[in-house]
């Protein structure tokens, strides 16, 4: 509440002019203070007027009324600034460089808060209030604080400048209007504006549109990246399965036949034991009794041989025949020959399979294929179906190129025009860009007249370059057709061909941006092509001319 007290307190006591504490306070009839100084100051410029007024009120006196200081209201003053009145009064935001400065503050300037259209003046808080108090000022334009107000004043007539010429493109007063404007399409700025904000606002709704389009597409695309993701991490789970399955059937059938290949060794390799034991046991009978008949073959006595001889045991038919035959066998050999038949049978399944599989997995193609290219017309009628209306941005038209026919007429002339500067603007060659940029299939028609025309497409960075980097054909971001009384020659990169075509004094232009088709088309009785170029664009293009002699044109007409 103190601080709030102190605050009106500085108010009530401060200069209206000055804005400091009242120095030498001094009365005026109208009932407003100010310091002695400043109203003397503000009456002295107001002599030659012969009328004297009051800045706050604008009260009129015709004599200029005497001035006696207010003894009462400077005591008042003396005793604030004791009560620390003076340190808030400096606490008053002044205006620094990077601000705009009040004009009607005299020392030291304060910050403005608004600017007005009409004063061409801009004001601090204080200063402005007669704006909002007084009825002729209530009808003045207030705008946010600007430094430019000046560019506002006609530099030629000295005066607001509140018309606009169409035909010119260029801001004008009304003594302008009489002069060298005379007859053009002249409109008040604020039409203009009016005009320019309904385009703005058509601009914006369709940018907020494709905004929204876009928004939708990337939500669809993140729905989709979520059942790509989701797609592979399950395709993935299952085939880990089924390989896993394909492993495990594997293992199983080389645990089985490894376990077959054993039981059959074991029942084999015993057979041939058993068969080995009963051998090696009627080898050891034979060889008993082959020494029995060995002792008796030694026996010398005659009769006893004979006596014994006949109780020698007979020999016994042998269990296996007289020879063991061995089939010709490659043991188990066959069988790893079949498991290696195997093995070449699953490569061969698994290549056609894994062809299959390959296939399958490239042939996953989330979005939507790129749509088939339009089909190149190929009459005059098929290629109005995509024509489109051109007009050229002032913005980059040399400042020797007028624009006329609603900014569809190019024409050069033998002096400068009027623009405003701007950093697209082309200033090594008579070029001008259109407004539109052009991405999808568009057709447009370019009327010429004189000695010399290019007629070009081009990328809208072009115009950041000097010498060839910005001259239409002279490098890799524009294409250019050079139409004279000569013929034709086409050039891109800095690389110009001559081409032949019939004369014709209009050029049809067909440009399918996604295909990369880009040709040229005489246009008289029938359409015949000049040039056709097969390219990739990587940005959007804008329509262009490059018009060499003064006198000559070009026109974006109405294709009809």
């Known amino acids: 509440m103190e601080q709030q007290a102190v605050q009106l307190d500085r108010e009530t006591f401060s200069c209206p002019i000055c804005l400091d504490l009242l120095k030498e306070p001094v009365g005026i009839p109208c009932g407003h ?22 800045p706050q009120c604008r009260k009129a006196f015709t004599l200029r009324p005497d001035l006696e200081k207010n003894t009462m209201l400077a005591a008042l003053v003396g005793q604030l600034k004791k009560t620390g009145l003076q340190a808030a009064a400096a606490d008053l935001r002044s205006a620094g460089p990077e601000d705009v400065a009040c004009d009607s503050c005299t020392g030291r300037k304060l910050k403005a808060i608004k600017s007005c259209l009409v004063c061409l003046a801009s004001y601090c808080e204080k200063h402005l209030q007669p704006h909002y108090d007084v009825a002729p000022l209530k009808k003045h334009k207030l705008v946010e604080p600007s430094k430019n107000l000046q560019e506002n004043i006609c530099s030629k007539h000295d005066e607001v400048m509140k018309m606009f010429c169409r035909t010119d493109q260029t801001f004008i007063c009304s003594l302008c209007l009489l002069d060298e404007h005379k007859g053009h399409d002249t409109v008040s700025v604020a039409a203009e504006r009016t005009e320019r904000q309904r385009e703005l606002e058509e601009r914006r709704g369709n940018i907020q549109q494709r905004i929204q389009d876009r928004e939708k597409d990337v939500k669809l695309l993140q729905q989709e990246v979520e059942a790509i993701n989701h797609s592979a991490d399950k395709t993935v789970e299952d085939s880990e399965k089924i390989f896993t399955e394909l492993i495990c059937l594997l293992q199983k059938r080389r645990s089985d036949v490894k376990q077959q290949i054993r039981s059959q060794q074991e029942t084999e390799v015993s057979r041939v034991k058993d068969v080995q034991e009963k051998l090696e046991q009627e080898i050891t009978e034979l060889k008993r009794k082959d020494a029995e008949l060995e002792q008796l073959s030694h026996t010398e006595d005659h009769n006893q041989f004979l006596l014994n001889y006949p109780s020698l045991p007979a020999l016994s038919e042998s269990t296996h ?17 079949a498991v290696s038949e195997l093995r070449e049978k699953l490569q061969d399944v698994l290549r056609d399979s894994w062809t299959n599989i390959s296939l399958m997995v490239t042939e996953v193609d989330v979005l939507l294929s790129e749509p ?20 050229m941005d002032p913005n980059t038209a040399h400042t020797y190129l007028k624009l006329s026919e609603g900014k569809r007429k190019v024409t050069v002339m033998d002096q400068h025009q009027s623009y405003p500067s701007h950093p697209d603007r082309f200033t090594d060659y008579c070029q001008v860009l259109s407004k539109e940029s052009l991405t999808g299939c568009s057709y447009w028609e370019v009327e010429w007249r004189g000695s010399e025309i ?47 075509g019939p004369r014709s004094s209009r050029v049809g232009v067909y440009l399918d941006h996604r295909a990369g088709i880009l040709s040229f088309h005489s246009v008289s009785g029938s359409m015949t092509l000049i040039h056709r170029v097969q390219t990739r664009f990587t940005e959007p293009l804008h329509a262009g001319v490059w018009i060499w002699n003064i006198g000559n044109s070009a026109e974006f007409c109405k294709p009809k």
């Open 321 to 337: 025949s007289s020879s063991i035959n061995i089939r010709p066998l490659r043991h188990f050999e066959d069988v790893a020959a």
């Open 454 to 500: 290019y007629v070009a497409v081009a990328y809208n960075n072009i115009k950041a370059g000097s010498g060839n980097e910005c001259k239409f054909g002279g490098n890799d971001k524009s294409w250019a057709l050079k139409c004279s009384q000569k013929g034709y020659q086409f050039g891109h990169k800095n690389i110009w061909t001559s081409i032949s």
């Open 372 to 391: 088939e290219p339009e089909p190149e017309p190929t009459t005059r009628a098929g290629f109005l179906k995509y024509s489109c209306e051109i007009t």
């Open 33 to 54: 203070s100010y310091c002695m100084n400043c109203i003397k100051d503000h009456w002295d410029k107001e002599d030659q007027k012969g009328v004297h007024s009051c």
